[in-house]
């Protein structure tokens, strides 16, 4: 049986195509639209300005993707952890970080990933499959309800949930379009954030699609020797490579990039390691956010002291290196990536 297509996964033009092809007029997508995106509806039923006939019809050839919430995890420092059941029974989570400037929902672009980052829950799983653009689009929409309730609405997304993006590439650019359009959440693209662990043909090609999103790139050692071990695919493209397309991402599209360096204790976090960062970034137009790393059982990764934290930005704020150390928020909700979908699989803890 063929699968019915998923209008939540859909770009405004595509709708609008759509509901011609079902010889409706093209502003019925617009409506259409704008009950998802902007009403949060995924019960045609209860779109009320829509004709009952086509809504039937619409039931009878489409879908709407509806993430049920399976777990929420509220931290008193502001975050919200979602675990989200997806259309075939996977879990996906998704995060709600509250800050004075606004609220951003953190989104995965992945089932799992196959990355094999040495410090990541995400990756412990492996990959079972790239979420569709539907199903991320979901994300969006079940924090907004949550955000909704508390008389907020969602003003940025960062895709660094679980998962590397850029594997995922098209489904997110259509995401990324989507939740530009003004007839929906008309989100800036430059309140977007996309994460990588260092894709370096895919951020060439973003640079060309038109949408200036933040491009973030976990960086997480200053030399190929420790990349190598940490990261794997820094052995397919080394620090040289990717430093290069950060560059040329900057230079067409404007955007100052933000280096992602996580610390951990005994690892990467010596002063000789915070020179060579440094150095490395000497000559480029980025901002490096610091992160403590947040503990996972299955790592042997540990957090270093908070007075090493504060001694490696200071050793980068002295040789000209814009820097902030990342708020910590979330401890309590299993934050790392991929944590509270791993306690599920699990089952709960025995006594």
Known sequence: MVEKPDLLGMELTEIQAFVEDMGAPRYRGVQLFQWMHKKLKADVSEMSNLPKDF???LRNRARI??????QRKDDPQGSTKLLLRVPDGEAVESVVLRYEYGTSVC???QLGCAMGCAMCASTLGGLKRNLTTGE???????AERVSRQEGHHISRIVVMGIGEPMENYESLVRFLRIMNCREGMNISYRRMTISTCGHVPQIIRLSQEGIPVTLSVSLHAPVDSLR??????????PLSELLEACKTYFRVTGRRVTIEYTLMKGVNDSAQDASRLASLLRDMACHVNLIPYNPVPERQFERPSRERVCEFAEILRDKGINVTVRREIGAGTAAACGQLRRLTERGPAKP
């Open 55 to 57: 809504r039937q019809e």
């Open 65 to 70: 993707t509806n993430l049920e919430v399976l």
């Open 107 to 109: 989104v995965s672009s």
């Open 136 to 142: 991320m689009c979901g994300q969006v929409i079940a």
């Open 228 to 237: 190598d071990k940490l990261m794997p695919i820094n052995r397919r493209y």
